[in-house]
T-cell receptor, first 112, second 112 residues
Framework: AQSVTQLDSHVSVSEGTPVLLRCNYSSSYSPSLFWYVQHPNKGLQLLLK??????LVKGINGFEAEFKKSETSFHLTKPSAHMSDAAEYFC??????????FGSGTRLQVQP | DAGVIQSPRHEVTEMGQEVTLRCKPI?????LFWYRQTMMRGLELLIY????????DSGMPEDRFSAKMPNASFSTLKIQPSEPRDSAVYFCASSSGANVLTFGAGSRLTVL
């Protein structure tokens, strides 16, 4: 069985400061890992994915995530938050058997 | 490509009425997923298809829910009869191969 834990339900940062959204996973197999973003009243959009290549993955809009097997983590970071980054972010894991597991989501607020 | 297209975007109906949600996946994608999103339960996988064949419908809440995929370019999710607790945003997503899902904008259902 696999599970995904997003450690913070809400994160608030000031514009221009770094963003850290935490995700831990558990899986019996080597997972593929994703981050999706959902803006209000919109569908989910893929930010980035890890599929056992480079452990540091760069995504769209300046986001990146690092896969750390020893810590079973896949935290999402961005050096400098922008107001347009305010959204809900989902960490997702799959073992490639089409059984996607979504985290509960982290709502990011960006203060001016 | 116009992406995954869902209709209607919003539907308000009365308890007991039949609701049909529609989805057009991205051309060439061989997997199609139906998800439901609520504040209480987050994102839930209802059912997914591979090459128009239902693979896993274990997430379908009860017999009132049914989903079909008559061809590669169209799927429906039907609720009959609808109940207030079915109120949610229903997302359709499609993918090909690499587990990366492309989501539609969602159908917001309100059952009064």
């Amino acid at each position: 069985a696999q599970s995904v834990t997003q450690l913070d339900s809400h994160v608030s940062v000031s514009e221009g400061t770094p963003v850290l959204l935490r995700c831990n996973y558990s899986s019996s197999y080597s997972p593929s890992l994703f981050w999706y973003v959902q803006h209000p009243n919109k569908g989910l959009q893929l930010l980035l994915k890890y599929t056992s290549a480079a452990t540091l993955v760069k995504g769209i809009n300046g986001f990146e995530a690092e896969f750390k097997k020893s810590e079973t983590s896949f935290h999402l970071t961005k050096p400098s938050a922008h107001m347009s980054d305010a959204a809900e972010y989902f960490c997702v894991a799959t073992t490639g058997r089409r059984a996607l597991t979504f985290g509960s989501g982290t709502r990011l607020q960006v203060q001016p | 490509d116009a992406g995954v297209i869902q209709s209607p975007r919003h539907e308000v109906t009365e308890m007991g009425q039949e609701v049909t949600l529609r989805c057009k996946p991205i051309s060439g994608h061989d997997y199609l997923f139906w998800y439901r999103q609520t504040m209480m339960r987050g994102l839930e996988l209802l059912i997914y298809f591979n090459n128009n064949v239902p693979i896993d419908d274990s997430g379908m809440p009860e017999d009132r829910f049914s989903a079909k995929m008559p061809n590669a370019s169209f799927s429906t999710l039907k609720i009959q009869p609808s109940e207030p607790r079915d109120s949610a945003v229903y997302f359709c997503a499609s993918s090909s191969g690499a587990n990366v899902l492309t989501f539609g904008a969602g159908s917001r259902l309100t059952v009064l």
